[in-house]
């Protein structure tokens, strides 16, 4: 991190700070008092107020329990991003903003010095905390904007600063809070309305933009195939090899390509990308059987295109669906996992374990499967796994974040399917 003065971190953040021994000035932020390193400044969130000494015992260089966290590490993390000539790339939309950081950080850091947000860093507590591991020498930072209603990317937008926007896609996500589509453009635009004049803005083809000052950019359909288990992308006359097979992260793909041409990179041999946890992970099953570990979340889109992948990557194996609540799709949920679970029956999967108060929808749209149950809980979707799976299954699991749905997957990674599987 690009250090600042404990004084000015006083001056900035109203509160209680409590410094070590001869400390001076900050070297990192931290939130988590077990994630401490030596130099860092801890900021207590909401009960962390307990863990302000275990900081300091653990080398904290200063313990600030504020008046209001997010608008204090708002302040630290403005402060750093101030300080940087770093070019910052803020990333929004409906689904795959993750992804596609993950896939222009793959990208850009073995061709500059690259700050990517961890996971899902992309919320009040996310954002500055990745603007607080700038370094003198970073070249880029990588950032995601989640939006959960209007006025949020706007706020985020504030403390990043960024000098390259990109929205991935406009989809029925947060439905409930901002009351449609055109509610979800309007909340996405605000990327747009935070970047300086002439800035690189990376969006869909028929995204609407009002602003006649930007270096607007427009992509469709990626060209892309899958080869040799890799995803092979032609872009700007060349092929891109990247390291996954999902046929939905190829447009991901093709914006990061887009934001590093922004950034005056050129993409050239394959790209080896690690994606952050949950989001389609793909795990061996006992008998030949795959695991795709989606759990992170979910909305109509990505459900679609999870179940695409799974029968894709099924490749005549036996497939089963576990799907949990699609959240925040407003008084049109209903029909939204009615769709889904039509979609599952167009596939033709062979069986569905659908989970949640809203996931009734899921077994009313996918008339006719073989196997269809429904339960409530995750305790009872536990229970139902060993007389539902057997050898040999791809199993996608997938719900929005709420439902927890990575316990069930752990516990299919880890065995307790089927005895004696």
Request: hydrophobic share 45%; aromatic share 4%.
């Amino acid at each position: 991190m690009i250090p600042l003065a404990l004084d000015e971190v006083a001056e900035l953040c109203p509160g209680r700070l409590e410094r070590a021994s001869g400390a001076e000035q900050i070297s990192g932020v931290k939130i988590d008092s077990r994630r401490i390193e030596r130099g860092d400044l801890f900021v207590a969130v909401g009960d962390g107020a307990g863990f302000a000494r275990d900081a300091l015992a653990s080398g904290a260089a200063a313990a600030l329990v504020p008046d209001d966290a997010h608008a204090a590490l708002a302040a630290v993390g403005s402060a750093v991003r101030a300080r940087s000539t770093a070019r910052v790339v803020a990333i929004t939309g409906s689904t795959g903003k993750t992804s596609t950081k993950d896939i222009l950080a793959a990208i850009c850091a073995p061709r500059a010095r690259t700050v990517a947000a961890e996971a899902s860093y992309n919320n009040e507590l996310g954002l500055p905390l990745t603007l607080c591991r700038l370094e003198p020498d970073t070249e880029v930072c990588i950032v995601e904007l989640a939006m959960r209603g209007f006025g949020q990317i706007a706020e985020l937008a504030a403390i990043a600063r960024p000098d390259v926007g990109a929205v991935t896609n406009v989809g029925p996500a947060h439905l409930g809070r901002v009351g449609g589509i055109d509610g979800v453009i309007r909340a996405k635009t605000e990327l747009l309305d935070a970047l300086p004049a002439c800035a690189p803005a990376i969006v869909p083809e028929d995204f609407p933009i009002g602003r006649g000052d930007l270096d607007v950019v427009r992509f469709g359909r990626p060209d892309a195939r899958i080869a040799d288990g890799r995803t092979v992308v032609r872009f700007d006359g060349r092929e891109v090899v990247f390291s996954f097979t999902a046929r939905h992260q190829a447009r991901n793909a093709l914006v990061a390509l887009y934001i590093a041409q922004a950034l005056g990179l050129t993409v050239e041999g394959p790209v080896d990308v690690e994606f952050s946890r949950w989001r389609g992970e793909q795990i061996p099953l006992p008998g030949g059987g795959l695991l795709i570990n989606d759990s992170w979340n979910a909305n109509p889109m990505s459900v679609r295109a999870a179940l695409e992948h799974l029968v894709e990557q099924a490749a005549g194996r036996r497939t089963v669906a576990i799907l949990g609540d699609m959240a925040e799709l407003g008084p049109d949920s209903p029909r939204y996992h009615r769709d889904a679970g039509k979609c599952a029956s167009e596939l033709r999967v062979d069986a569905l374990l659908a989970i949640g108060e809203l996931a009734g929808g899921y077994v009313d749209g996918a008339n006719g499967l073989p196997v269809m149950r429904r339960v409530n809980t995750v305790d009872e979707a536990l229970d139902l796994l060993p007389e539902l799976l057997e050898p040999g299954d791809c199993v996608l699991v997938k719900a929005s974040r709420a439902v927890g749905l990575e316990a069930v997957a752990e516990a299919i990674e880890s065995g307790r399917r089927k005895p004696g599987a």
